[in-house]
């Protein structure tokens, strides 16, 4: 069974930082494609950052240059790296990853929110 845990939300004033994690278990992060998304309150959800597995990748614009990801292979673990945070990066952040077969898993989702 395929899980994915994300961990690192919080509050945090406009300009600070925030490192979130997604644990995944029943998946080798690097063998399959994955996501980060958000969804702030009343706003669908959008995709913040795709990794294919063989193509670099691709951050949404309002987070270009502010945001990064990372795995730890040994941890089996994803990493959302933000920064310059804004209030408009407040919202409920998702991981996601697709199996072989696939599925379409989501984790639980953390809440970040962004004072200004």
């Known amino acids: 069974q395929v899980q994915l845990v994300e961990s690192g939300g919080g509050l945090v004033q406009a300009g600070g930082s925030l490192r979130l994690s997604c644990a995944a278990s029943?998946?080798?992060?690097?063998?399959?494609?994955m996501g980060w998304y958000r969804q702030a309150p009343g706003k669908q959800r959008e995709l913040v950052a795709s990794?294919?597995?063989?193509?670099?990748?691709n951050y949404a614009d309002s987070v270009k240059g502010r945001f990064a990801v990372s795995k730890d292979n040994a941890k089996n673990t994803a990493y959302l790296e933000m920064n310059s945070l804004k209030p408009e990066d407040t919202a409920v952040y998702y991981c996601?990853?697709?199996?072989?077969?696939?599925?379409?898993?989501w984790g639980q989702g953390t809440q970040v929110t962004v004072s200004s």
């Open positions: 029943g998946i080798i992060l690097t063998s399959a494609p």
């Open positions: 990794i294919s597995i063989v193509s670099p990748t």
């Open positions: 996601n990853v697709l199996t072989r077969s696939g599925t379409s898993i």
